[in-house]
């Protein structure tokens, strides 16, 4: 009976929270992680997308007036605060909140067993330690088999957006994109090689503007037959040229 009588309070006591409060409560509820490079998507309701733009564009404002910045009166920075709230909510973290895209995948039905190139792919991303861009590119190799499912060329690009579109390092972004694409075509190998320019390494600390990250992940067959992994590294050298 009290417990009847408590929910439409609490109700409202949840109603009148902040949208990333409500959005918090609901993941750790759940149990779920919301690290930078996390997928949120699932747990923000109709609308609230909105009221986290809005909330970042409050909190970006005293961020800019404890910078000294006059954004009453400086007309360069007057709808900064605004900008940014929507840079980060729909364009370049937008991987944290909006759900997996869609890729339809068809079967294999010429039982395809030989090796697939796709790259380079372009990616965009942001370091978690500085939020500065990250600009790179991914190529991906496949090793089909009879029982893979088989995607076309472009949902590779939008899988890669979509797990780039989020605060992260580089080395997670490429683990993150190797399960996934794992996941949803079950090949006999896959091979990912990322390379990138950090921005935090040209604006800030060291300043080396030559600096480029490049990491790779090779599962399955690329691990384990030296001559394909060697296939790999040699047309995507060809096509990097």
């Not at 409560?25 to 809005?54: C, H, I, M, P, S």
């Not at 970042?56 to 404002?61: A, L, Q, S, Y």
């Not at 370091?127 to 500065?132: A, G, I, K, P």
């Not at 605060?167 to 997670?172: A, H, L």
Request: glycine share 6%; aromatic share 6%.
């Amino acid at each position: 009976m009290l417990k009847t009588a408590l929910a439409p309070a609490l109700e409202n006591e949840i109603a009148a929270m902040k949208a990333s409060d409500r959005v918090r409560l609901r993941l750790l509820k759940a149990g779920q992680t919301f690290r930078a490079n996390d997928n949120t998507w699932g747990f923000v309701e109709d609308g609230e997308l909105d009221e986290l733009r809005l909330e970042v564009e409050e909190r970006m404002k005293e961020v800019l007036r404890a910078l000294v910045i006059d954004i009453e009166n400086d007309h360069n920075t007057a709808d900064t605060a605004r900008r940014v709230a929507k840079m980060f909510i729909s364009e370049v973290f937008s991987g944290r909140y909006q759900a997996a895209p869609s890729v339809t995948a068809f079967s294999n039905v010429s039982r395809l067993n030989e090796l697939m190139i796709v790259g380079p792919v372009k990616v965009r991303s942001a370091c978690s330690h500085h939020l500065c861009p990250i600009m790179g590119k991914v190529w991906i190799g496949v090793l089909p088999n009879a029982a893979s499912d088989l995607i076309g060329l472009s949902k590779y690009a939008r899988l890669c957006d979509w797990i780039m579109s989020r605060p992260q390092i580089q080395e997670e972004a490429v683990v993150m994109l190797a399960d996934e694409l794992e996941h949803r075509i079950k090949p006999d190998g896959l091979a990912i090689i990322m390379e990138a320019d950090h921005s935090c390494m040209h604006w800030r600390g060291v300043k080396d503007e030559r600096s480029v990250l490049t990491n790779s992940i090779m599962r399955g067959a690329f691990l384990e037959d030296a001559a394909l992994r060697g296939e790999f590294l040699s047309l995507r050298n060809r096509g990097k040229d």
